[in-house]
């Protein structure tokens, strides 16, 4: 029987697995990944939604309101922070420690078919993953608007995203505050007190472009719909976002190969494995590599704060 309705569609991505699978063996993890996906999974009926399946370590899942979709994604991450608690206070391993939940919705007609779903919505959300980074939840406008009035202040706008085989962009928000993420400005200290940035520069090859706090977000990959492009193998598609929140710019790794950033001329570098870090001043900031190995694709970044600085785009 095929149904074609409203509904609000939810994926949701379990992360670091993969190393589960190399520190416990292919028995071990499994198990584990199972279970998580299995407590995860109860959250939909929970709140009213429809397990569409398990794809791995991730789901899909329908729900008839934004409201029953957002109170979903809120029931995984908490159980997920229940697993990794107690994983912590019996000793479990490193991997299953370094556990992390993304969570992306969308709303729109899905065609319900066969027991699975498609449409447009089920598309964006599937694609609105890869820019989510660590125990973070992505909605678009059309899940936003769905929302109560007193939920909508707990999202920020990313703005518009171009999503990986749409032609469209995608108007974007983020759940304020991330789940068990490190909120500290760098790994190296509180950033220097400096004139509140205007924009920022961006420098690869021969590619220079200033992006100001009104074109953010700004995706850096290999994708030719990434905002800037950087075409090197090592690169991922969506591989870091460049975000405008508070006042700064935040850069978060979205990459399975990591984002590093060296601020000035200093030695120590900051490794973001699917977490963030603000930016200061200038340095560098290693896709897929270090800054420090010369052949790893390394963009150039400096912060301007000057009154005739010309954004991009504008």
Known sequence: MTRIA????????????????????????????????AALSRAVPECGGDLVKTLGDGLMAVFDTPSAGLQSAQKMHDALEGLVVRGRERGASAG?????????????????????????????????IDHASDNETLITGEVLAGLAEEVKPRFRSLDWMHLRGRAEPVQVHVMGGRRGVDMQPTQ?????TTLEPEAVRLVW????EVFDGGHMPVV?????????????????????????HGGSF???????????????NAAEVVSLRRGHCTLHGSGWIGLGGSPSDPTAPSVRFELLSFSDTVPHGT
Request: charged share 20%; net charge neutral; proline share 2%.
């Open 96 to 128: 299953l420690r370094g556990l992390r939940l993304q969570v992306a919705l969308a709303r729109g007609e899905v065609v319900e078919m066969g027991g699975d779903c498609f449409g447009d919505a089920v598309n964006v959300a599937a694609r609105l």
């Open 220 to 244: 850096l990959g290999r994708s030719p719909q990434a905002n800037f492009r950087v075409d090197d193998g090592r690169v991922s598609r969506s591989h870091a976002r460049l975000d405008w």
């Open 250 to 264: 935040q850069l978060t790794d979205l990459s399975y190969n990591g984002t590093y950033v060296r601020f000035g």
């Open 205 to 208: 090859l021969d590619v220079n």
């Open 188 to 192: 190296f200290g509180a950033v220097p």
């Open 6 to 37: 409203e509904r609000t569609v939810l994926f949701a991505d379990l992360r670091g697995s993969t190393a589960l699978y190399e520190t416990l063996g292919n028995a071990e993890a499994t198990s584990v990944v199972t279970h998580t996906v």
